[in-house]
């Protein structure tokens, strides 16, 4: 296969029959865990302004960026600065830059007054540009609810109840991620986004036209994923492979740097809420056979994640 399969979420959405999408995803899930969605609802408007908002918070010079710098939250919320995580150790850091945007939950939030670890305010770029948030905030809303049609489509191809997993996503994880890939200058080997797979249970990835994203391909080699305009690209994370007992894969993925232009792109990670349990799915286990993987809650496994990667969690480990 040298491209990802399309899968129109229309009948999830306006009430169609969702079997055939249900089993679509079900072999893009069992294949590469990578596929391209339309119809799923995101307006195009929106997805401009929100790449127009982020076009415009990376080019502010670094000390204003750096006011919001992620090693300033409790929540893993702000700016990555470049060179600040690394998806590939064997290459070292990305080149690339990041503005992490979480759920912005105040100091009254039940989680937030119990020290629950990835909750919290999210920083956001206030001063410097008043629409962001508002543009951010639509942007998300859209996203979760593309998450929670998604979950709909696998609970169904998983042989699970259509609300499955909704109970496990009332107050998720979830973070919109800006990403900037700068050319890289003549000498500079670091990688755009090394080699990886992501973490939490469904990326929403909308791309712009400038390429570089490749998707490792099963049979070796590097499938670079081309997408029409406006559709968003879908992959797991580890987390649902962990859930689904390995029927479903996550599947390694990078960015190469771009030549000649900026590559901007936005993910939307999601996983589910902090104390939600992920233990195998019971129709994924083969009967009398144990699973994969004991349980956890969603967010000690998204925690042990960010701290492989990120410099300033590592920097907090050792002091
Ligand atoms: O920039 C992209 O297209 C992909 C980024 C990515 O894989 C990630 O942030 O996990
Ligand atoms: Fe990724």
């Known amino acids: 296969m040298d491209s990802l399969p399309i ?3 229309r009948p999830l959405r306006d009430g169609g029959d969702p079997h055939a999408v249900a089993d679509a995803l079900d072999a893009a899930c069992t294949d590469l865990g990578f596929f391209v969605v339309t119809g799923h609802g995101l307006a195009s408007e929106l997805r401009a302004a929100m790449m127009e908002q982020a076009q415009r918070f990376f080019a502010l010079p670094a000390d204003e960026k750096m006011q919001i710098w992620i090693g300033k939250s409790s929540c893993h919320s702000g700016y990555v600065p470049p060179k600040a995580e690394t998806l590939d150790a064997a290459l070292g ?40 948030k508002s543009v951010a905030e639509e942007y998300s809303k859209a996203c979760l609810d593309i998450n929670a049609h998604l979950m709909c489509g696998l609970a169904l191809a998983l042989g699970l109840e259509v609300d499955a997993f909704e109970p496990m996503f009332t107050d998720p ?139 300033y969690l590592k920097e907090k480990q050792v002091s």
């Open 173 to 311: 994880i979830a973070s919109l991620r800006m990403l900037n890939y700068p050319p890289a200058p003549a000498g500079d080997l670091a990688p755009g986004a090394g080699a990886h797979t992501d973490y939490g249970s469904l990326t929403l990835l909308a791309q712009d036209d400038i390429g570089g994203l490749q998707v490792a391909a099963r049979g070796g080699g590097w499938i670079d994923v081309v997408t029409p305009p406006d559709a968003l690209i879908v992959n797991l994370g580890d987390m649902i492979a962990r859930w689904t007992n390995h029927r479903y894969v996550s599947t390694r993925h990078r960015v190469l740097n771009p030549v000649g232009a900026h590559r901007y792109s936005i993910p939307y990670f999601v996983a589910p809420d902090f104390h939600a349990v992920i233990e195998a799915i019971p129709t994924c286990v083969e009967p009398g056979a144990e699973p994969i993987y004991p349980p956890i809650e969603a967010g000690e496994y998204m925690l042990s994640r960010f701290d492989a990667t990120h410099d």
């Open 7 to 9: 899968i129109d979420l």
């Open 93 to 132: 850091a990305d080149s690339k830059e990041a503005l992490d945007i979480t759920i912005d939950r105040g100091p009254d939030h039940p989680e937030v007054m119990a020290g629950t670890p990835l909750h919290g305010p999210a920083q956001w770029p206030d001063s410097l540009m008043p629409e962001f």
